[in-house]
């Protein structure tokens, strides 16, 4: 099993300039997360999922969009980078939100210029 | 608001001590908590989890604890080795249902000294 894998591994992006962070889980999880981590603060939650075709936001959502459409994919999108998306996404998986735990991929560095 | 603190921010220690970990939170209704490690450019590795009716986890060289009515837990590491050095993470899920956002401290710098 890879467990939990996110493409890519790093990025430059301008200002203003659009992508698609993928994450994948080959551990039928049900629930998945998107997460930032910048230093001084800890991990932020993005937005998550409960299952195929259903997202929702955590604590940090604007500038960004996900998708679900394959329960094990969960993508992140940034429409109109801006500097302060600079930052290390992590992506996680739990096989039921509340009593299992999280496991987390590599994560993708991201720079907004 | 859940804040959740690690002290010290940075710990240095000889190979084969046992030490202790700190991570405090502020609102005591939690439904887990759990403790990750992070190698340097690396993701989390769940170590343990703790769920609220529970007072301890053990697993190999690791024991964490919780004290939910003071807000405390902590992560016994017995017989360090350098393969322990790492940054280290608590984070804590809210007891409210549907609520899916976990709670992380900044973590504590974990140096074994060989």
Known sequence: NAGVTQTPKFRVLKTGQSMTLLCAQDMNHEYMYWYRQDPGMGLRLIHYSVGEGTTAKGEVPDGYNVSRLKKQNFLLGLESAAPSQTSVYFCASSPEGRTNEQFFGPGTRLTVL | ?114
């Open chain 2, 1 to 114: 608001k859940q804040e959740v603190t690690q002290i010290p921010a940075a710990l240095s220690v000889p190979e084969g001590e046992n030490l202790v970990l700190n991570c405090s939170f502020t609102d005591s209704a939690i439904y887990n908590l759990q403790w990750f490690r992070q190698d340097p450019g690396k993701g989390l590795t769940s170590l343990l989890l703790i769920q609220s009716s529970q007072r301890e986890q053990t697993s190999g060289r690791l024991n964490a604890s919780l004290d939910k009515s003071s807000g405390r837990s902590t992560l016994y590491i017995a017989a360090s080795q350098p393969g322990d050095s790492a940054t280290y993470l608590c984070a804590v899920r809210p007891n409210n249902f549907g609520n899916e956002k976990l709670t992380f401290g900044t973590g504590t710098r974990l140096t074994i000294i060989p």
